[in-house]
């Protein structure tokens, strides 16, 4: 079993930088790809980036050059560092682990998910 505990959600400004981070507990989750997903209302659940267990990340294109996931295996915990925000990147933001780091960051390899933490972006 593994547990997922996101925090740092909020409202930022457009243009603005925001930190999430996911607390992580179980015994087996640095086998597993790690990751962030996005759902806004009347949209489905995207992948937004994913870290594998050696630590090579993967981004949507959408994302690509100003958001990282780094990770701390000390402290247990993912995050993922957001700049140059849009509105229309207002969003639930949910932390996962699972097997989806390869061919795209698809729901369909999620074993775990975390209860979502809000961001919007909203001037």
């Known amino acids: 079993e593994v547990q997922l505990v996101e925090s740092g959600g909020g409202l930022v400004q457009p243009g603005g930088s925001l930190r999430l981070s996911c607390a992580a507990s179980?015994?087996?989750?640095?086998?597993?790809?790690m990751g962030w997903f996005r759902q806004a209302p009347g949209k489905e659940r995207e992948g937004v980036a994913a870290?594998?267990?050696?630590?090579?990340?993967s981004y949507a294109d959408s994302v690509k050059g100003r958001f990282t996931i780094p990770k701390d295996n000390d402290k247990n915990t993912l995050y993922l560092e957001m700049n140059s925000l849009k509105p229309e990147e207002s969003a639930m933001y949910y932390c996962?682990?699972?097997?989806?780091?390869?061919?795209?960051?698809?729901?369909?390899?999620?074993?775990?998910w975390g209860q979502g933490t809000q961001v919007t972006v909203s001037s």
């Open positions: 996962a682990a699972g097997r989806f780091c390869l061919g795209g960051i698809s729901t369909t390899g999620v074993a775990y």
């Open positions: 179980g015994y087996r989750y640095r086998s597993y790809c």
């Open positions: 870290i594998d267990p050696d630590g090579r990340p």
